[in-house]
């Protein structure tokens, strides 16, 4: 298991131990907003993650619970990720810096996910959690 060392007793700080650089926040935002869940999926998102990153980010959020990894149903040399219910829990945050970007930043998020939030910000995410979790227990379904 790669081991976080926390640099201080703050939360925040050991948030960043875990979420500090780009592409492990990239990932998640893939997963949870993109339904990407291989690892070629990511390979190729616009950001272009170098493969020993991707690596290294997958096995992060895989030793730490954020993720598990299964076999592909269709495919037995393939590798499918979804995400724990710990790292559901992190739509709200992962949102909240989402929507900071669009407020503030040059660029916009998807006009339809951007509606959403604004109509009703709490039933979109809670649809969200409810559609990944589904989705989930649908890939460990057809697993057995």
Same mark, same amino acid.
Request: net charge positive; with cysteine.
């Given at each position: 298991?790669?081991? %976080?060392? #926390?640099?201080?007793?703050?939360?925040? =700080?050991?948030? &960043?131990?875990?979420?500090? /650089?780009?592409?492990? $926040?990239? $990932?998640?935002?893939?997963?949870?907003?993109?339904?990407?869940?291989?690892?070629?999926?990511? $390979?190729?998102?616009?950001?272009? %993650?170098?493969?020993? %990153?991707?690596? /290294?980010?997958?096995?992060?959020?895989?030793?730490?619970?954020?993720? *598990?990894?299964?076999?592909? #149903?269709?495919?037995?040399?393939?590798?499918?990720? *979804?995400?724990?219910?710990?790292?559901?829990?992190?739509? #709200? =945050? %992962?949102?909240?810096?989402? $929507?900071?970007? /669009?407020?503030?930043? #040059?660029?916009?998020?998807?006009?339809?996910?951007?509606?959403? &939030?604004?109509?009703?910000?709490?039933? *979109?995410?809670?649809?969200?959690?409810?559609?990944?979790?589904?989705?989930? /227990?649908? &890939?460990?379904?057809?697993?057995?």
């Amino acid at each position: 298991m790669k081991e %976080i060392i #926390p640099r201080s007793e703050c939360p925040l =700080a050991f948030s &960043l131990d875990l979420f500090g /650089d780009k592409w492990t $926040l990239l $990932l998640l935002r893939d997963m949870i907003f993109f339904g990407k869940c291989s690892y070629s999926e990511f $390979l190729y998102s616009y950001e272009k %993650i170098a493969s020993n %990153i991707l690596t /290294d980010r997958l096995s992060l959020l895989l030793d730490n619970g954020f993720i *598990t990894k299964h076999t592909a #149903p269709s495919k037995k040399s393939k590798f499918l990720y *979804t995400l724990t219910d710990k790292g559901i829990a992190l739509i #709200p =945050a %992962i949102t909240e810096i989402i $929507l900071w970007g /669009d407020q503030f930043g #040059p660029f916009k998020m998807p006009q339809l996910l951007g509606e959403m &939030l604004k109509k009703n910000k709490d039933k *979109t995410l809670k649809t969200l959690a409810v559609k990944l979790k589904r989705e989930r /227990d649908l &890939l460990l379904e057809q697993q057995q």
